[in-house]
């Protein structure tokens, strides 16, 4: 295929953001809960955590959890709530924090090729948490560092149309690639470029809602993706 940009997202793509970061995360919240009074082991957090993010957010789940076991006054939930959140959606970054297996050689290679860009999203501080763990400026400009909410646009969306305004290139010369069929897919396809879905972490049994959610390609592994993509 004659594409030339290609966008990356972080979590779950080029990290491992369900089996390291969330672990990470929910273990230091686990542990202000229990100085809050929570009755429950980890382990039982861990398993209602995660039976009830399948359909609903974590910060739903958050406000259901202080709200189940009123360890505080209800006049201070909204405080814990809020703790909550920020252990989770701005956490600290594990020191060992690295990129998924292959994403290295898959940067490195595609960046010699390829204008190559990340586009992400998240609290905008911790998504540079971990970018600069990862010291990722090796493999990607610096200007090619999209973070949504950060510049002139709130969108995935609206990042791919500023990698085609600034670029120049025809939108089906932009591959995106990422874990979620609601964001990097649709948003991609919505602009009119291709798009290979990284079927990895706590979306992966994300089902399409309509064509706009139906990728191009799909791989499991980065080291599929060289090849499944033809690049």
Same mark, same amino acid.
């Given at each position: 295929?004659?594409?030339?940009?290609?966008a990356?997202?972080l979590?779950?793509?080029?990290?491992?953001t369900t089996n390291?970061?969330?672990p990470?995360?929910?273990?230091?919240?686990h542990?202000?809960?229990?100085t809050?009074?929570?009755?429950?082991?980890?382990e039982?957090?861990?398993i209602s955590?995660?039976q009830y993010?399948?359909?609903?957010? $974590?910060?739903?789940?958050?406000k259901?959890?202080?709200a189940?076991f009123?360890v505080?006054?209800?006049?201070?939930?909204?405080l814990?709530?809020a703790?909550l959140?920020?252990l989770?959606?701005?956490p600290?970054?594990?020191p060992?924090?690295?990129?998924?297996?292959?994403?290295e050689d898959?940067?490195?290679t595609?960046?010699?090729?390829?204008?190559?860009f990340?586009?992400?999203?998240?609290?905008?501080?911790a998504? $540079?948490?971990?970018?600069?763990?990862?010291?990722i400026?090796r493999f990607?400009?610096?200007?090619?560092?999209?973070?949504v909410?950060?510049?002139?646009?709130?969108t995935?969306?609206?990042?791919?149309?500023?990698i085609?305004?600034?670029?120049?290139i025809?939108?089906?010369e932009l591959?995106s690639?990422?874990?979620r069929?609601s964001?990097?897919i649709?948003?991609?396809k919505?602009?009119?470029a291709?798009?290979?879905?990284?079927?990895?972490g706590? $979306?992966?049994?994300?089902?399409a809602q309509d064509?706009f959610?139906?990728?191009?390609?799909?791989? $499991?592994?980065h080291?599929?993706?060289?090849t499944a993509?033809q690049?």
């Amino acid at each position: 295929m004659n594409y030339k940009a290609i966008a990356f997202d972080l979590d779950d793509t080029l990290i491992d953001t369900t089996n390291e970061l969330i672990p990470f995360a929910c273990r230091k919240i686990h542990s202000y809960l229990l100085t809050e009074g929570y009755p429950n082991a980890f382990e039982e957090f861990d398993i209602s955590r995660k039976q009830y993010v399948k359909t609903k957010s $974590h910060k739903e789940f958050f406000k259901n959890l202080v709200a189940t076991f009123p360890v505080k006054p209800a006049s201070e939930a909204p405080l814990v709530v809020a703790k909550l959140n920020r252990l989770f959606y701005e956490p600290d970054v594990p020191p060992n924090l690295g990129l998924m297996p292959g994403a290295e050689d898959n940067l490195k290679t595609l960046g010699a090729k390829y204008n190559v860009f990340i586009v992400t999203a998240g609290v905008v501080s911790a998504q $540079h948490k971990k970018l600069a763990q990862l010291n990722i400026d090796r493999f990607v400009k610096k200007e090619n560092i999209l973070v949504v909410a950060e510049g002139a646009f709130t969108t995935k969306r609206a990042a791919f149309e500023k990698i085609l305004k600034d670029t120049g290139i025809k939108p089906e010369e932009l591959l995106s690639i990422g874990n979620r069929l609601s964001q990097e897919i649709r948003m991609a396809k919505q602009v009119g470029a291709k798009t290979c879905y990284y079927q990895h972490g706590e $979306h992966a049994e994300d089902v399409a809602q309509d064509h706009f959610e139906i990728p191009d390609y799909t791989i $499991h592994t980065h080291k599929e993706l060289i090849t499944a993509c033809q690049l």
